[in-house]
């Protein structure tokens, strides 16, 4: 018993510590998904400026991608339009838990600039969504898209790749959540007959903004 009062001090003092250091300089604005509880996505709405914690793999050719002003929410998006018909690429390891249920949210926009465009994500190695791919994608404004799976692995690999001539499809706000215990209004019968290899990837909504 008596280790708890030591601790509760202890627990006190970095308080306290934490308390004289202060705050530091104040951020930009933040991006919505850094408001959003339990997600696992570093530098989910690029509010560094620039790539960091992602990994980057530009096109072998005509790779242009970049994160710039106005973003989504906060201040700042990634930009892809790469010009030589292969993607920029950006990724992300995170921690998850096999056979617990995730949420993947983003934010997409699309100029509809022709003649082409293609954009595709996956988990791991399984595509999970696809626009474009030899059809225009038409131009729309800041649209969610939401996903879930279920994670097999202790490490899941989300993955982003786009190119876009000659304009840019650009790309915010991500959110990856554990939502195994999160009372949402899941229809999880998809689950039984849709599984497709290691994956069951399910589009949820597709809300316009
Ligand atoms: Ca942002």
Same mark, same amino acid.
């Given at each position: 018993m ?28 933040p ?9 696992i996505?570093?530098n ?10 992602w ?53 997409l ?11 595709v ?7 999970f ?10 131009? %729309? $404004? ?13 490490? =899941? #690999?989300?993955? !982003? &790749? +786009? ?7 650009? %790309? $915010? ?13 899941? =229809? #999880?019968?998809? !689950? &039984? +007959? ?16």
């Amino acid at each position: 018993m008596a280790g708890s009062g030591d601790l509760m001090k202890k627990i006190v003092l970095a308080i306290a510590a934490v308390l004289a250091v202060g705050t530091g300089s104040a951020n930009a604005t933040p991006s919505s998904c850094d408001a959003v509880a339990g997600n696992i996505i570093q530098n989910c709405g690029f509010e560094s400026g620039d790539f960091s914690n992602w990994t980057t793999a530009p096109a072998s050719s005509g790779s242009l991608f970049y994160v710039d002003t106005p973003g989504h929410t906060g201040s700042f998006d990634a930009y892809f339009g790469a010009i030589g018909g292969l993607p920029d690429v950006i990724k992300q390891a995170v921690t998850t838990t096999p056979g617990h249920l995730y949420d993947l949210e983003f934010y997409l926009k699309s100029d509809g600039l022709t003649p082409n465009g293609a954009f595709v994500g996956y988990v791991s190695s399984a595509i999970f969504h696809q626009l474009g791919q030899g059809t225009d994608i038409a131009a %729309f $404004d800041w649209t969610l898209e939401d996903f879930s799976f279920t994670a097999t692995t202790n490490s =899941t #690999l989300i993955l !982003f &790749g +786009a190119q876009d001539v000659p304009g840019y499809l650009q %790309f $915010d706000d991500i959110v990856l959540r554990d939502v195994t215990n999160v009372p949402e209004p899941f =229809t #999880l019968g998809i !689950f &039984g +007959a849709g599984l497709v290899g290691a994956f069951a990837m399910r589009r949820r909504k597709h809300n316009p903004a």
